[in-house]
């Protein structure tokens, strides 16, 4: 049984920062592929970050770019998202997933919103 579940997500100030996390489980972690996606209301879902089983290799949106890392640990099975100097703009319900291609596994998803 494949799971993946997020958590981290929260209410945070404008510049302020947060981490998500992205528990996996029932599937080989290591081998595969992670990336996180988010959901605004009334917006397009977007690829935010993605990962390379290897963590070798990472792309980000351009939206994000110099704020927000993507990272893993291969052997918590865990994947994370450093997001830093956060913005109103970037207030969604965040989802890992396995792959790069929005094809595969997702979690249920984490809100963030960013707010005064």
């Known amino acids: 049984q494949v799971q993946l579940v997020e958590s981290g997500g929260g209410l945070v100030q404008p510049g302020g920062s947060l981490r998500l996390s992205c528990a996996a489980s029932g599937f080989t972690f290591s081998s595969s592929a992670m990336s996180w996606y988010r959901q605004a209301p009334g917006k397009e879902r977007e690829l935010v970050a993605f990962?390379?089983?290897?963590?070798?290799?990472?792309t980000y949106a351009d939206s994000v770019k110099g704020r927000f890392t993507i990272s893993r640990d291969n052997v918590k099975n865990t994947v994370y998202l450093q997001m830093n100097s956060l913005q109103p703009e970037a207030t969604a319900v965040y989802y890992c997933?396995?792959?790069?291609?929005?094809?595969?596994?997702w979690g249920q998803g984490t809100q963030v919103t960013v707010s005064s």
């Open positions: 990962m390379t089983s290897s963590g070798t290799t990472t």
């Open positions: 997933s396995t792959g790069r291609n929005g094809r595969g596994y």
